[in-house]
């Protein structure tokens, strides 16, 4: 069956980078989109970005631009998150989602999560 | 970018009990929302998209309705699996795919 299988737990200091892999299995890759949200301890979801499966265009939300990096391998079906400039802050778990467009009613909708990876940022 | 805003924060309810969460754009965006259920520990799920349409496998007892920027999301007759927070999303666009703040369903 379709799934997403994400990279372990890491733990960062200030001012360090994290890189999260996000690997896809039970379906066509190419076909679907990559969002990422992330999740602060007993906070709300946050989405983050997505790379389209359309010459992997990303988008990003504002807050982030500049320190986020979202790529995608379809060789290996595996998608990344790049996340730069670390503060606790950051400290969240982040979770990758296929995205799935429908076509018939122009909308998207995040169907399919990872497991959630845990970032702990702390000096 | 479009805000989307979740009321109430918490809802304390029984089991067999209606519940209604809204939410609410900041602008008109027609019937482009998903809900999501999120059970504590857990990946979120996806329950709802285009502000009515149930996904595969969703019970009936499932509803969402609204148009413009006024949703509703309803849980009839309320299960134990049922307690979980509830979380509307903007959907008609790769440029704010954001989500409202969410709502826990508790017990009461």
């Known amino acids: 069956q379709a799934q997403l299988v994400q990279s372990g737990a890491e733990v960062k200091k200030p001012g360090a980078s994290v890189e999260v892999s996000c690997k896809a299995s039970?379906?066509?890759?190419?076909?679907?989109?990559v969002a990422w949200v992330r999740q602060a301890p007993g906070q709300g979801l946050e989405w983050m970005g997505l790379?389209?499966?359309?010459?992997?265009?990303?988008k990003y939300a504002e807050k982030f631009q500049g320190r986020l990096t979202m790529t995608a391998d379809t060789s290996t079906a595996t998608a990344y998150m790049e996340l730069r400039s670390l503060t606790s802050d950051d400290t969240a778990i982040y979770s990758c989602?296929?995205?799935?467009?429908?076509?018939?009613?122009?909308?998207?909708?995040?169907?399919?999560w990872g497991q959630g990876t845990l970032v702990t940022v702390s000096s | 970018d479009i805000q989307m805003t979740q009321s109430p924060s918490t809802l304390s309810a029984s089991i067999g009990d209606k519940v209604t969460i809204v939410c609410r754009a900041s602008?008109?965006?027609?019937?482009?929302v998903n809900w999501y259920q999120q059970r504590p520990g857990r990946a979120p799920k996806s329950l709802i998209n285009?502000?009515?349409v149930l996904q595969s496998g969703v019970p009936a007892r499932f509803s969402g309705s609204g148009s413009g920027t006024y949703f509703t999301l309803t849980i009839t007759n309320l299960q134990p699996e049922d307690f979980a927070t509830y979380y509307c999303?903007?959907?008609?666009?790769?440029?704010?795919?954001?989500f409202g703040g969410g709502t826990r369903v508790e017990l009461k």
């Open positions: 999303q903007h959907s008609s666009t790769i440029y704010s795919l954001t």
């Open positions: 989602a296929r995205v799935f467009y429908d076509v018939l009613t122009a909308s998207y909708n995040f169907d399919l």
């Open positions: 790379i389209t499966n359309y010459k992997g265009k990303t």
């Open positions: 285009v502000a009515s």
């Open positions: 602008q008109s965006i027609t019937t482009y």
């Open positions: 039970g379906y066509r890759f190419s076909d679907y989109g």
